[in-house]
């Protein structure tokens, strides 16, 4: 049974360019978060999402970051324009039910390293 | 013992003993609170939760504490070993609310 799966594990864009990271949640969950690290900091929430919804997305910067869950396929934060303050390692977490128990049934995935050279 | 690095504070314990890293939450409304362990390179895997109800919770080898009197959480690991060294993160869940807020971390050193 795979846990949660990122790709690509590094990224490398220059500044300008778009980054698009992906996340397939852990099979039969239907809950998605995305959180983002700076090094030798804790993870930052920015986004959660339900199939084809945005349920909680206080933690996004409000220009350039978007983020969707379709009914079908992956999760994808999307970054436009990157600047080298947008390089970080970003995590994608799922869930079955958004409750809290038992682990809150939150796995996290081994994250994508984005570097904006 | 215990010091503040450039960036995370870091505990330095010998192989054997035990450890207990402390945490300070910030929400008194905080109903659930979980303890991540993260490797280099890694994601964060979980170690222990509790919930608001409870002030002490027993795992493998690991006790989760919680004070909600000062808002504190510790994690005691008993018998440290080499595989422990990592950085550990609390998080806690806001009543009402899905997300997780990290605190700020503190790396485990074990030394032989």
């Known amino acids: 049974n795979a846990g949660v799966m990122q790709n690509p594990r590094h990224l490398v864009r220059r500044r300008g360019q778009e980054a698009r990271l992906r996340c397939s949640p852990v099979k039969g969950h239907s809950h998605v978060y995305w959180y983002r690290q700076l090094p030798e900091e804790g993870l930052k929430f920015m986004v959660y999402l339900q199939k084809e919804n945005i349920i909680d997305e206080s933690g996004m910067p409000k220009e350039r970051f978007s983020a969707e869950f379709p009914k079908e396929g992956p999760s994808i934060l999307r970054i436009q324009q990157v600047v080298r303050g947008d390089s970080a390692a970003y995590f994608c977490?799922?869930?079955?039910?958004?409750?809290?128990?038992?682990?809150?049934?939150?796995?996290f995935g081994s994250g994508t390293r984005l570097t904006v050279v | 013992g215990e010091s503040v690095g450039l960036h995370l504070p870091t505990l330095s314990v010998q192989e054997g003993d035990n450890s207990i890293i402390n945490c300070a939450y910030s929400n008194s409304a905080s109903d659930y609170f979980i303890w991540y362990k993260q490797e280099s390179g890694k994601g964060p895997q979980f170690i222990i939760d509790?919930?608001?109800?409870?002030d002490k919770r027993q795992g493998q080898r690991v006790t989760v504490l919680l004070n909600k009197t000062v808002k504190h959480l510790s994690l005691q690991i008993a018998a440290t070993q080499p595989g422990d060294s990592a950085v550990y993160f609390c998080?806690?869940?806001?009543?009402?609310?899905?997300?997780?807020?990290f605190g700020a971390g503190t790396r485990l050193a074990v030394h032989p």
């Open positions: 509790i919930r608001s109800n409870m």
């Open positions: 998080a806690e869940k806001k009543s009402g609310y899905n997300k997780l807020i």
């Open positions: 977490a799922s869930s079955k039910l958004g409750k809290a128990y038992d682990n809150y049934g939150y796995t």
